[in-house]
């Protein structure tokens, strides 16, 4: 297994490929399901904002090994718009309201560790990370 | 051990003796021990999975492609377990924001409050009840000398941003010189504070009238605002008190008409909003002839007790729900 | 067809293919389902109903106890189903509040707005954003002629009973006569103002400065409030604005000091809430020094790009979450 | 089958007894699993409520037949202390933040008609109904 692979998001087909992606190296990490749903879960949130929101971008998947603790960290980068308001997206009830889903209130919370850098007209990069317990 | 290892195992036990007995008590159990896990914040997504886990356990044979399916049922109640997660935390933010409007409602109770002016040929009674936790209605009783001032004011709207345009002008009432306080003067300094200040979403009606206790005159003027009653003891009859005026707000050089009345002894002011007369029963809006007809019952009493019973009343043809804020005033000369 | 037809059918079809391929794509289509199927507000035990009826089709020998055990996980999320259908009203109600609170918020933006006076020889900038959506901080610019005064306060605590407050310094402010624009006797008049009208529940921490431009001097007093910085380009060195005064609203009789500056080429004042300085992020309160380091960091910007990038990253240490109502002022003599 | 049956409500085991009686004629009427499993949890916190806050009372159970519909109709009914402020437990939020359980909006949610009669210091009935589609 490599230290880091990542997923060109273009389509909605490379969604799958990225929550497949993330599955593979939770599982191998050793992660039990229901922590590989989630991860899968937020990868699948991530990789849909960029196809929806930016056009295309990349979502990077890296094993972590830190303090003799394992864990699993997510990038997912774009060119795109950016994000006018911040505290409005990580609001609750914001983007679940239409249906939208999860939306990153809830990838915050399927993580352990949540960052996002923002600037309007440049893009946007999150990253999250989740620990083996 | 934590509760999501006490979870398993007791779940393991239940669902094993639910498949041996097939009986509502252990159905019971589990809705018993569902709570506990909902307190615990255990998502459902969890709970499929223990379900499949126990399964495996209870059954060794079961078939692959079974156990198998819950990888894909966990799938799908992943977005249910987040919807449920942003339910408590949502719960919690509306604990917060009503405690806060709770706070918000007594500072301005504290600041509106407004002492019934005491006096030996007058009788008056007030209340103002809000609709909501928070009054957009306004009544203020200033008592110097021989003249006693009498506001009411209504904001148009409810709630909170009504209850922030009101402080506002409680404070523009309290800064008016004593040579401002003639009543269309006052409304026309008003008008100009709320035109400049709250900006062009905020109207407010307002009736303004000084009462002279030794000439017994009540000199008046409104902007707007719901009509008052004026009952002659003599005739016993009611009659409007008609005024012209746009609300302030609307416009900076208005100017307001005055009026004047001569008190008799017996006679009485009512001055409201219009949350009493646009009071909605099952049967539609009430009257103003139900107001009076409610004054009429109750005028044997004090004026405070007036005006609480007729209150009352109307909270209860509402079916204890204001649409309004409610605001009543009566003033009576004594005989 | 209605929705839940479509659903079994589907999920009929989404599961037989998962169990056939094990396939990724599978998963994901049943995710973006399932969103549809909380849209539609089916709740989580029929999923688990229909999860049971499609696994009795697809594999006829399935074991009857394991079907049965669907009756025990149905049970179990019986009250999941519940706690999810209370979301949604809750959800619905909060919304109808904070849209309230919105309009609110709304008309307290328009009514502190205060531009930021534009001068040949200053280069100011100003920031001021609320913790929740009503802002308990307060500033406030005035230009005349040759003085610029600056007022800077927060009331202790937050959300609508801190603006309800606010919204009476602002028209107290406005109220001052221009002989009264001494720093000392603003705070002394506002200190008599909360006293008499805010009720013993609230204080307010206030800074008061007036620049005048044509001798450069900063004249300034302070009511309890977080220090400010004065930053000597000349030594290219911090130094503590500071001032003595209780918050305003404890004691009638309070008198101010009053503090004087003489402001040279390329210096700067830096003036602040405690919301700027009480950041709490994962490592803790950020300390002062964190601040006049950022000021280092930005120094070659404009006063206004400087207060928001400054604001920006403080927001991004506290991971977009404010924790109080944050201002910040910065104020340059050109060189 | 009767016309109307009825459980007192005394100890813990008759909620369990009510819920039996619920489920039973709810699966002889023809409600689907789904909702028998509703009216169960319905009668539980009825039949709960009484066990708590009264001490005892009755859950009667009968058939409905109007219009040519069927339906199942279930009466709790005490002689506890009543319920001082009903816009109080109606409101969500209210019962289940300390992990009460569904509490009367849950009832109400759960069936197709709810209502409730209460004074203090006399007792509380509360009638719900729940229609076959
Ligand atoms: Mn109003
Ligand atoms: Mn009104
Ligand atoms: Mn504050
Ligand atoms: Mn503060």
Partial sequence: MENESYVKIISEWDIVEARQLGRNIAKELGFGT???ARITTAISELARNIYLYAGE????????HKFGRIGL??????QGPGIRDIRKVMEDGYSTSGGLGAGLPGVRRLMDNFDLISSPGKGTTIQVEKWLR | MDFKAILEASYREMLRRYIEESSEV??????????????HKVSPEEIIHIHCKVLKDLFPDIQKEVLSSFDFLMEFMMDYGLAYQEHQSLRNRQFEIISEIETAASIQENLLETPVPDHDELDIGAISVPAKKMNGDFHQFVHERERISIAIADIIGKGIPAALCMSMIKYAMDSLSESTKIP??????????VEGNVGSSMFITMFYGIYDSVKHLFTYAAAGHEQGFYYHSLTDTFEDLITEGIVLGVDQDVTYKQYEKRVEPGDMLVLLSDGVTESKTDEGFIERSAI?????????????EMVENIYHDIERMQNFELRDDFTLIILRRKQ
Same sequence: chains 1, 4.
């Fill in chain 2, 184 to 193: 269309k003067d006052v409304l026309e300094y008003l008008n100009k504070v």
């Fill in chain 1, 57 to 64: 971008g990349e979502i990077h998947i890296e094993c972590l």
């Fill in chain 1, 73 to 78: 960290k997510v990038t997912a980068m774009d």
């Fill in chain 1, 34 to 36: 229901v922590d590989q």
């Fill in chain 2, 26 to 39: 252990a159905l019971y159990q589990g809705q018993m021990f569902s709570r506990k896990s909902i307190e």
């Fill in chain 2, 292 to 304: 009076t007809d409610l004054i009429q019952t109750y005028m044997h009493l004090s004026s405070q």
